[in-house]
């Protein structure tokens, strides 16, 4: 299973306090993994090498790239504010997109298809799987996208999106 895999999660932090921004969302994925009854696992490329609450954008920027060389897949965690933000998301989704990674959106709000007032327009037709953000579509979205992923023509921009049937299979 592709999850099994090291995955960096990219999300608009702010200043990483509990309900700041979306870092509650990024917290609510880490609580799932630790719930035995929810089936949800991912291995998170921000436990390696954590960073000080002082720590320089030249340092922080380095940190990160030492995580990226570690995931093989990444999921961007999309909010209100998620498209405005200029401090490290797009710089996060560059780097990404440089190292050919697999790309899950995941919209805080439920939506499950692209919605350009809200995702950066970096991911627009790069070839990202769009969900909502709910444990089973992301964990579905981990073990079978990256292989899909890596089959697809890069030439051919588009923003997918799993079916209704899909989301229906996994009883949501």
Same mark, same amino acid.
């Given at each position: 299973?592709?999850?099994?895999?090291?995955?960096?999660?990219? %999300?608009?932090?702010?200043?990483?306090?509990?309900?700041?921004?979306?870092?509650?969302?990024?917290?609510?994925?880490?609580?799932?993994?630790?719930? #035995?009854?929810?089936? %949800?696992?991912?291995?998170?490329?921000?436990?390696?090498?954590?960073?000080?609450?002082?720590?320089?954008?030249?340092?922080?920027?380095?940190?990160?790239?030492?995580?990226?060389?570690?995931?093989?897949?990444?999921?961007?965690?999309?909010? #209100?504010?998620?498209?405005?933000?200029?401090?490290?998301?797009?710089?996060?989704?560059?780097?990404?997109?440089?190292?050919?990674?697999?790309?899950?959106?995941?919209?805080?709000?439920?939506?499950?298809?692209?919605?350009?007032?809200?995702?950066?327009?970096?991911?627009?037709?790069?070839?990202?799987?769009?969900?909502?953000?709910?444990?089973?579509?992301?964990?579905?979205?981990?073990?079978? %996208?990256?292989?899909?992923?890596?089959?697809?023509?890069?030439?051919?921009?588009?923003?997918?999106?799993?079916?209704?049937?899909?989301?229906? #299979?996994?009883?949501?």
């Amino acid at each position: 299973m592709s999850y099994k895999n090291k995955t960096y999660v990219i %999300f608009d932090a702010g200043n990483g306090k509990v309900g700041d921004k979306d870092i509650c969302f990024y917290r609510t994925m880490t609580m799932w993994k630790q719930n #035995e009854k929810i089936d %949800f696992n991912f291995h998170d490329a921000h436990d390696y090498n954590n960073l000080t609450p002082k720590a320089q954008e030249v340092q922080i920027k380095k940190k990160l790239r030492e995580r990226f060389s570690n995931a093989k897949q990444v999921v961007v965690l999309v909010g #209100e504010n998620t498209k405005s933000n200029n401090t490290y998301v797009l710089w996060e989704l560059e780097i990404a997109q440089k190292l050919n990674l697999p790309i899950v959106v995941a919209y805080v709000n439920g939506s499950r298809v692209f919605k350009k007032a809200l995702c950066p327009s970096i991911l627009d037709g790069a070839n990202c799987i769009h969900v909502s953000f709910q444990a089973k579509i992301i964990k579905h979205a981990l073990d079978k %996208f990256p292989s899909s992923y890596a089959l697809k023509d890069k030439k051919i921009k588009k923003n997918w999106i799993y079916g209704a049937d899909i989301y229906k #299979e996994l009883g949501l």
